[in-house]
T-cell receptor, first 113, second 113 residues
Framework: EAQVTQNPRYLITVTGKKLTVTCSQN?????MSWYRQDPGLGLRQIYY???????DKGDVPEGYKVSRKEKRNFPLILESPSPNQTSLYFC????????????FGPGTRLTVL | AQSVTQPDIHITVSEGASLELRCNYS??????LFWYVQSPGQGLQLLLK??????LVQGIKGFEAEFKRSQSSFNLRKPSVHWSDAAEYFC???????????FGSGTKLNVKP
């Protein structure tokens, strides 16, 4: 089954404790992206990757890191989480962008205390 | 700066009634336009998209949207709403060779029996 998976689905952590949210897709997509969703703000793009070793900032990259060492995986790293990073996070992937449909993962709900 | 505006935060319609959800964007050129739906606790699913050509586009689940360049709008419509359409709807634009995406803040649709 074609899908985007994220782990963990739920995470409660404390300020400053490094964490990684994994994202994996089995559709051989070149493009992958991370978003955060906050009430009243919709989804905001954090980082995106056009292919292996090619990443770029979205609208709200501060406090986040990403890497794209393999085509299928695009982890989101919070080196020193803060409470304002409490949010619902979505990973998405698609084929090359022209005409592409993004497929979204199920989301990761992160709470930083 | 690019922006996407969905002026209606909540909309309630009766089952069987028609629906129109508004979306306006701000961008120097014609972007790629999308409508996504998010059911409670789920990720996002693409309803339809516009790239070029016919300004009236058909999507899944009986939805359609019309691109109006003069109004910078891309409103979503459905002639007869079903109870299962209750969800949150997001308008989005793709810019910068479609690597960057901007989402509106969403419109929550309630459907009355």
């Amino acid at each position: 089954e074609a899908q985007v998976t994220q782990n963990p689905r739920y995470l409660i952590t404390v300020t400053g404790k490094k964490l990684t949210v994994t994202c994996s897709q089995n559709m051989n997509h070149e493009y992958m992206s991370w978003y955060r969703q906050d009430p009243g703000l919709g989804l905001r793009q954090i980082y995106y990757s056009m292919n292996v070793e090619v990443t770029d900032k979205g609208d709200v990259p501060e406090g986040y890191k990403v890497s794209r060492k393999e085509k299928r995986n695009f982890p989101l790293i919070l080196e020193s989480p803060s409470p304002n990073q409490t949010s619902l996070y979505f990973c998405a992937s698609s084929f090359q962008l022209a005409g592409a449909t993004q497929y979204f993962g199920p989301g990761t709900r992160l709470t930083v205390l | 700066a690019q922006s996407v505006t969905q002026p209606d935060i909540h909309i309630t319609v009766s089952e069987g009634a028609s629906l129109e959800l508004r979306c306006n964007y701000s961008y120097g050129a014609t972007p790629y336009l999308f409508w996504y739906v998010q059911s409670p606790g789920q990720g996002l699913q693409l309803l339809l998209k516009y790239f070029s050509g016919d300004t009236l586009v058909q999507g899944i689940k009986g939805f359609e949207a019309e691109f109006k360049r003069s109004q910078s709008s891309f409103n979503l419509r459905k002639p007869s709403v079903h109870w299962s359409d209750a969800a949150e709807y997001f308008c989005a634009v793709g810019v910068k060779n479609f690597n960057k995406f901007y989402f509106g803040s969403g419109t929550k649709l309630n459907v009355k029996p």
